[in-house]
């Protein structure tokens, strides 16, 4: 199971990105929480509306559970993976949107939460989140019986960490230029 995520601030251009219709099969928005927002553009709108007390620059939390091709999750897991994730970056109780895309057959879900605490006007930190996603990927696939993963930060028992992996904004850059990052990157290493 891969988790990755991160801060962001855009919640229109997200809703958007989230509602995409023409590079994914199916769009269905599970769940919107703790919002007055009725779908997914206000309630992403709002949630970043709760940052405008704060100087926060990026108060939305955007993460995407994504399971390997040949692994499915009942509903019942899907909620279980969310929760785990939402646990573990301390998230617990904050307003969220749910979305699931079914992209080539494969099944994954985006949840979005917002950073700020109302109560103490906030954001919530976000740090070390690449390693709580991992440590959230594996609890997972041990409790669902899935093939391991093998991560970059936790559990590499001595294996060497796996290279990189293109970033979203390079993978965007290849769909519209052609190109596949990876080759290029083996290209400039040869020069």
């Known amino acids: 199971m891969i988790i990755k995520g991160g801060t962001r601030a855009g919640g229109a251009d997200l809703g958007v990105h ?12 599970l769940e919107l929480r703790g919002v007055a927002g009725v779908n997914l553009d206000q309630a992403l709108r709002e949630m970043e509306a709760f940052g405008a007390g704060t100087r926060c620059k990026s108060p939305l939390y955007h993460a995407n559970i994504d399971p390997r091709a040949d692994e499915r999750l009942t509903p019942e897991q899907w909620g279980r993976a969310v929760d785990a994730l ?10 969220r949107a749910l979305v699931q895309h079914v992209k080539e ?9 917002s950073r700020i605490d109302i109560e103490r006007n906030r954001a919530i930190p976000d740090s070390h989140n690449y390693r709580k996603h991992e440590e959230v990927a ?16 936790v559990e590499r028992e001595g294996k060497e960490r796996p290279a990189r992996t293109p970033s979203h904004a390079e993978m965007q ?18 020069l």
């Open 173 to 190: 850059q290849a769909e519209r230029s052609g190109l596949d990052p990876k080759a290029i990157k083996a290209e400039i290493t040869a």
């Open 105 to 113: 057959g494969r099944e994954h879900v985006h949840v979005v939460w």
């Open 138 to 153: 594996r609890v997972l696939e041990r409790e669902f019986g899935h093939e391991r993963v093998q991560g970059a930060h």
């Open 18 to 29: 989230l509602n995409r219709t023409d590079t994914n099969e199916r769009v269905r928005v």
């Open 86 to 95: 939402e646990a573990k970056l301390g998230f617990t109780g904050q307003p």
